[in-house]
Nanobody, 124 residues
Framework: QVQLVESGGGLVQAGGSLRLSCAAS????????MGWFRQAPGKEREFVCA????????YYADSVKGRFTGSRDNAKNTVYLQMNSLKPEDTAVYYC?????????????????WGQGTQVTVSS
């Protein structure tokens, strides 16, 4: 089992950047494919990106491709989401999640463990 804690959210102007972190404890992070999701008020949870176990492969949602970069440092048991060129529509609570499936998964129901989320607000 793994526990996840996100940090790094906040308020930023459109066009700005934020870097989210997700620190894991318990079982080693390298055992899991990791994902980032987000949920805006009144909307369903949305896939953002997923990172394979080694960090060598990252898959992005079209809405963030070219602006966001997912990465991981298994030695530090931490996953990151670098967000650049932020837009007001990126405003949401961002969650990291871990799955034991051996492939990059985009569906939230495939993920077994979730953090508590961190708020990102982008002002226009």
């Amino acid at each position: 089992q793994v526990q996840l804690v996100e940090s790094g959210g906040g308020l930023v102007q459109a066009g700005g950047s934020l870097r989210l972190s997700c620190a894991a404890s318990g079982r080693t992070l390298s055992s899991y494919v990791m994902g980032w999701f987000r949920q805006a008020p009144g909307k369903e949870r949305e896939f953002v990106c997923a990172i394979n176990k080694s960090g060598g492969s990252v898959y992005y949602a079209d809405s963030v491709k070219g602006r966001f970069t997912g990465s991981r440092d298994n030695a530090k048991n931490t996953v990151y989401l670098q967000m650049n060129s932020l837009k007001p529509e990126d405003t949401a609570v961002y969650y990291c999640a871990a799955t034991e499936v051996p492939y990059i998964a985009t569906l939230s129901r495939k993920y077994d463990y979730w953090g508590q989320g961190t708020q990102v607000t982008v002002s226009s």
